[in-house]
């Protein structure tokens, strides 16, 4: 079926530490790729997306995620965690459809702890 | 600028209840959306508007209805609530394929 997965439900990290965010879709063409982050109580807001091109991808807040077609994967990082990167996070895909594109389907997220 | 403003922020009605929530923006977008939020669901899309006058379903459209009278604004209408309705709702607009967010109506209920 298709479906995109976020195999972590939650992590803890100590600050400064290094992140990896985890998320696999199951789409036959290349999707649309996005990661957003979801402080307490606020909406969603959009670290980065990926459509074509350089498959490492640069996002705000010094996050990036990699394009991995072979794995078809599309895991966030971020070198050196801070306190305030505690959230929830969601990856997100528009499947491709040959040029026409669905709707945004979400990953169901990883909640970010973030340790002294 | 406002972006995407949801009215209101919280609601608790009892079981049969009607109510209207109200998405504004202020981006000129074509594209706007109503989400629910529940715990370990991740976002589900309940109906979508791709312009002004039109609506389409989402996800999981039943119980509620949509209206997209002015490009302005995207209306979701409960008119029988029911307890399975508890959720967030989170209104979003596009112009492409990224979203603008509100900050989310949390409605309970009872």
């Known amino acids: 079926a298709q479906s995109v997965t976020q195999p972590d439900i939650h992590i803890t990290v100590s600050e400064g530490a290094s992140l990896e965010l985890r998320c696999n879709y199951s789409?036959?063409?290349?999707?649309?790729l996005f990661w957003y982050v979801q402080s307490p109580g606020q909406g969603l807001q959009l670290l980065l997306k990926?459509?074509?091109?350089?498959?490492l991808v640069q996002g705000i807040k010094g996050f990036e995620a990699e394009f991995k077609r072979s794995q078809s994967s599309f895991n966030l990082r971020k070198p050196s965690v801070h306190w305030s990167d505690a959230a929830e996070y969601f990856c997100?895909?528009?499947?491709?459809?040959?040029?026409?594109?669905?709707?945004?389907?979400f990953g169901k997220g990883t909640k970010l702890s973030v340790k002294p | 600028n406002a972006g995407v403003t949801q009215t209101p922020k919280f609601r608790v009605l009892k079981t049969g209840q009607s109510m209207t929530l109200l998405c504004a923006q202020d981006m000129n977008h074509e594209y706007m959306y109503w989400y629910r939020q529940d715990p370990g669901m991740g976002l589900r899309l309940i109906h979508y508007?791709?312009?002004?006058?039109?609506?389409a379903k989402g996800e999981v459209p039943d119980g509620y209805n949509v209206s997209r009278l002015k490009k302005q604004n995207f209306l979701l209408g409960l008119e029988s609530a029911a307890p399975s309705q508890t959720s967030v709702y989170f209104c979003?607009?596009?112009?492409?394929?990224?979203?603008?967010f509100g900050d989310g109506t949390r409605l309970s209920i009872l």
């Open positions: 979003a607009s596009s112009h492409g394929q990224g979203r603008h």
């Open positions: 508007s791709v312009g002004e006058g039109t609506t």
């Open positions: 990926y459509f074509s091109g350089d498959t």
């Open positions: 997100a895909v528009v499947p491709n459809y040959g040029g026409s594109q669905g709707n945004l389907i």
């Open positions: 789409y036959g063409a290349t999707p649309y």
